[in-house]
């Protein structure tokens, strides 16, 4: 059995027993893999969420032993690779975390590894900590529409005054009514351009947006999503987060 080093970032844990945890961890190294992680749970009832290094968003590092064949792995150490200031304690700042985790968690169908996504990953939940109101406000359509980008269906920057329409189950602009009803009117089309023109997530507090539209929008992306991931289902996090924003 080889043990390695490598970054993880937690995405679920389950109770396992009485003081353990099986935890899913998108790791750099090895993309999504589940560790058993034994007499746990009776240490973090005195340390609280800050104290416990296994909750969703979390920023890890880990010594694991690895085996390809393996479902449940195991970890050898662990410690935070980095420490949030405000997610944990921030109900906005959380509920977005909670959302890009679950999201994430979703996508990933395979153990497979794929470093940008985690770099891109890591690297917004560290702005998403950081962020203003504003730009935490328009954070989950930024995440949910870049995220696309690492798993195949992008949608194409290609809005303008014909190609207004943008088919939800496509991934496209169009200048035709679908004959379905999974598509945005012009008006939140045009937005969802603005969005993918986003670069840096500082941009984001240059979107003006009301809390109904975000809504909108954000059950329209589960939608896309829906269309794009196999046995996708639905995100629990999306009506807290619809709620909070």
């Known amino acids: 059995m080889n043990v390695h080093h490598t970054k993880g970032i937690v995405l679920r844990s389950v109770k396992y027993g009485e003081t353990s945890l099986i935890v899913s961890v998108f790791t750099e190294l090895f993309g999504l893999q589940s560790y058993l992680v034994n007499g746990v749970r009776s240490q973090s009832k005195k340390t609280g969420a800050k104290g416990n290094p296994f909750q969703p968003a979390a920023l890890l590092d880990l010594i694991v032993y690895h085996q390809d064949q393996k479902n449940l792995q ?3 150490e662990y410690r935070w690779s ?3 200031t405000h997610i944990y304690s921030d109900i906005f700042k ?3 975390a909670t959302f890009m985790v679950e999201l994430l968690y979703k996508c990933l169908k395979q153990p497979e590894e794929n470093q940008a996504l985690f770099a891109f990953t890591e690297d917004a939940l560290l702005a998403l900590d950081q962020a203003s109101a504003q730009v935490v406000a328009n954070f989950p359509l930024f995440y949910a529409l870049q995220v696309a980008n690492f798993f195949g269906f992008r949608i194409p920057d290609t809005f303008n005054q014909v190609n207004n329409i943008l088919d939800l189950r496509e991934g496209v602009f169009t200048s035709r009514l679908p ?6 009117d012009a008006t939140h089309s045009e937005v969802i351009a603005q969005l993918l023109r986003v670069m840096q997530p500082a941009e984001l507090s240059e979107v003006l947006l009301n809390g109904a539209t975000r809504r909108y929008l954000l059950q329209s992306i589960g ?3 829906a269309a794009q991931v196999s ?3 639905q995100l629990r996090s999306l009506q807290v987060l619809q709620e909070v924003l």
Do not use: C, N, T, W
């Open 74 to 76: 195991r970890i050898k």
């Open 82 to 84: 980095s420490l949030y």
């Open 94 to 96: 959380a509920s977005v």
């Open 179 to 184: 004959d379905h009803p999974q598509y945005l």
């Open 223 to 225: 939608q896309y999503y």
């Open 231 to 233: 046995e996708f289902g």
